[in-house]
């Protein structure tokens, strides 16, 4: 026991599961960080893609095989009905309120895209979208119920 005299002990243990909130954060982070990296792909004129593996049932022998194939990624930026660009950040197949009746994010220029997705994912890391990601996910589920 001498050698543990030196190191603080506590019973704390590591939690068996993450909270919901964190898993929805870390999911609409992962898809801000893909499109990150689409749009300084598509300002540096190279392509982007990421890897998935799609399952399939070979039709001679019967066996379930994994492929890796390129995952279908769409931008989430468009040019708005007043001309400029916008942005509509998406949980799923739903557009995020992030503020009351405002759906997008207007930016100046294409120059501004990335520093825009930017803050939008830092703002999901900090939690300032857990209400809409909520709403969109309920709404989502509710979908499914019978």
Known sequence: MTTFSALKLTATKKPSQVPQVQQRRFKLSKRLWE???LAKAEQ????????????????????????????RLKAWWFI?????LAIAVRYGAKVLELAKGKYAIEIASANELV????IIK?????????????????KLRSGFAK
Not at 44 to 63: H, L, M, N, P, W
Not at 80 to 84: L, P, T
Not at 115 to 118: A, N, R, S
């Open 44 to 71: 540096s004129g190279t392509a982007f893609s990421v890897q998935k593996f799609r399952s399939y049932t070979d039709k001679e022998s019967g066996i379930r095989k994994q492929i890796e194939t390129n995952k």
């Open 80 to 84: 708005g009905d007043n001309g400029k």
């Open 122 to 138: 830092s703002a999901v890391e900090n939690g300032e979208l857990d209400s809409a990601i909520d709403y969109a996910a309920n």
């Open 115 to 118: 520093p825009t997705l930017q």
């Open 35 to 37: 499109q990150i990296e």
